[in-house]
């Protein structure tokens, strides 16, 4: 959950990762099966259908008829028994040794599955059948679940859930940084795990005749219209339908992403989880947004609760969600925010965080880490917008944060004079550069907090916060896997590990957030 992740492009649920589409185990009928699997004649001529059972075989015995993983081929069946939820939300067993990924399978639970991809270390399959269900699996409350992708645990109880992400944070100690007695905290959830996501960024286009709001399925075309998710704010899933019909209505042109014709690309709509009002961003990618005086004032009279309708330009093929130019339609160019007693003023491409419940709890566990007694310099390597640095300034002698996106380092010096804080500062750059030089005038940290992109941090701002000794570290992470990995890295250079704290911030997904507390050993 890094700040500095200010405009890049993401979808309804956050980091998508790997996605699961189209699987409904209770609509596998008798007939499909009998098409799809290869039959034997068996005892008394009757079809016996063909499976391969990883069952475990006596001491220093091989099974016969059984082949071996690695002989195993793309579309052939085997049955598996789930052992834990991955990192992206699929099951994971094991067929004779090698790992074996299962979208849509839960712990406990025996699959009858199609292989679908083979890899020197591990298999893919889809599920043809639920031999053993497990209890933990529940009719997922999102009608178009199996076709969006954007959440990937929604079939599994919220208890599950929080388990297997805890699960997750383990597991990723255990094997990246070979951490066998970590204290993992336990996790921090939601207690109403629906409803949270307070900004909208979906991809307009055609179904038929009707305009859609969504995300693509992965590796197509193909919207799916999600403006009525269950885990958006129900203020931004209505802003969201307005915006549909109005653009229906006066017959405005929504883009294609085949044809690249059409002006209208992207919906972004915002809500301010204090005040309830809304920012409203159109995305086109031509230069004119048609017919925009009528359009603005349609919305106007659609969405009283809107302050803020901006139009953006992106023309080119980049991911990234928003183009450079951004022009106030009608309203005000920043919409207020607040998180505790911290105020921030955003505009359209500001990022922020977009589940602040759990961000307050989160903060709350890094400024715990942090340890903080009124007498530190903290530095925030990858300070954004500068949340982190302004939550913790009121308990610091000095904070300095260091972003490298210029915009960013402006929103956050904006967020620090309307919150009314002198003792944040916040610059441009490299950490991995401003921070040994920092250190050779003299300025050493007595506190580092980190908060990088999924990739984890780079190994040069690694290594400059071992060369610079802070007492402690604080390191907030999306990604156990990389968190676990630099905390290796970390550990060599003389840090321990005192406890991981995993935080819920995006329910229904598989992501989970973490913060870790590391003090100075030598």
Request: aromatic share 6%.
């Amino acid at each position: 959950m890094a700040e500095n992740k200010q405009n890049k492009a993401k979808g309804a649920a956050g980091d998508r990762g790997t996605e699961q589409r189209d699987f409904n185990p209770a609509g596998v009928r008798r007939a499909k099966r009998q098409a799809a699997h290869p039959k034997e004649t068996g005892k008394h001529g009757k079809s016996v259908e063909k499976w391969h059972r990883a069952a475990p075989s006596k001491k220093g015995l091989s099974p016969k008829t059984e082949p071996s993983a690695e002989s195993v081929k793309a579309g052939e069946k085997i049955v598996v028994t789930i052992k834990r939820i991955g990192i992206n939300g699929e099951g994971v067993g094991y067929y004779r040794r090698k790992a074996v990924f299962v979208h849509g399978a839960l712990p406990e639970e025996v699959v009858k599955a199609k292989v679908t991809r083979v890899e020197p270390g591990y298999l893919t399959a889809e599920i043809l059948e639920i031999e053993k269900k497990s209890p933990q699996r529940k009719e997922p409350p999102c009608p178009i679940y199996y076709k969006c992708g954007g959440c990937q645990i929604q079939h599994m109880t919220y208890e599950a859930q929080l388990q297997a992400k805890e699960e997750i944070v383990r597991e990723s100690f255990q094997r990246y940084a070979k951490l066998e007695t970590l204290l993992i905290r336990p996790i921090i959830g939601m207690d109403n795990p629906w409803g949270y996501r307070n900004k909208a960024q979906l991809q307009v286009g055609r179904e038929g005749k009707d305009i859609v709001a969504g995300l693509y399925a992965m590796g197509t075309h193909r919207l799916i219209d999600i403006s009525g998710c269950p885990i958006q704010h129900p203020v931004v899933n209505r802003v969201i339908e307005q915006v549909k019909e109005v653009l229906e209505e006066l017959d405005i042109p929504v883009y294609d992403e085949r044809t690249r014709e059409g002006a209208i690309k992207t919906i972004v709509a915002r809500v301010g989880q204090t005040s309830g009002k809304v920012q409203l961003t159109l995305i086109t990618a031509t230069d004119r947004l048609p017919d925009s005086r009528r359009l603005v004032g349609h919305l106007r009279a659609r969405l009283p609760m809107a302050t803020t309708i901006a139009h953006n330009i992106h023309k080119g093929k980049s991911p990234l969600v928003f183009g450079s130019k951004t022009v106030i339609l009608w309203g005000e160019e920043q919409l207020e925010e607040s998180l505790g007693d911290v105020r921030f003023a955003l505009s359209p491409r500001a990022f922020f965080q977009l589940n602040p419940e759990q961000t307050v709890k989160l903060y709350n566990a890094v400024q715990e880490a942090a340890g903080l007694n009124g007498s530190e310099l903290v530095v925030d390597a990858y300070c954004g917008t500068g949340t982190i640095g302004l939550w913790l300034a009121p308990f610091a002698r000095e904070v300095r944060g260091i972003e490298l996106i210029p915009e960013a380092v402006a929103d956050a010096r904006d967020n620090a004079k309307s919150t009314g804080v002198d003792n944040a500062h916040f610059y441009e750059g490299r950490a991995e550069q401003l921070l040994p030089e920092w250190v050779n005038r003299g300025i050493r940290p007595d506190v580092v907090v980190v908060d990088p992109p999924r990739t984890g941090c780079e190994r040069p701002l690694l290594d400059a916060i071992i060369k610079a000794k802070p007492k402690r570290m604080v390191y907030v992470s999306c990604n156990p896997a990389t968190l676990a990995k630099d905390c290796q890295v970390l550990i060599s250079g003389g840090y321990k590990i005192e406890w991981a704290q995993p935080v819920d911030m995006f329910p229904q997904t598989s992501h989970v957030e973490c913060v870790c507390s590391l003090v100075l050993q030598r």
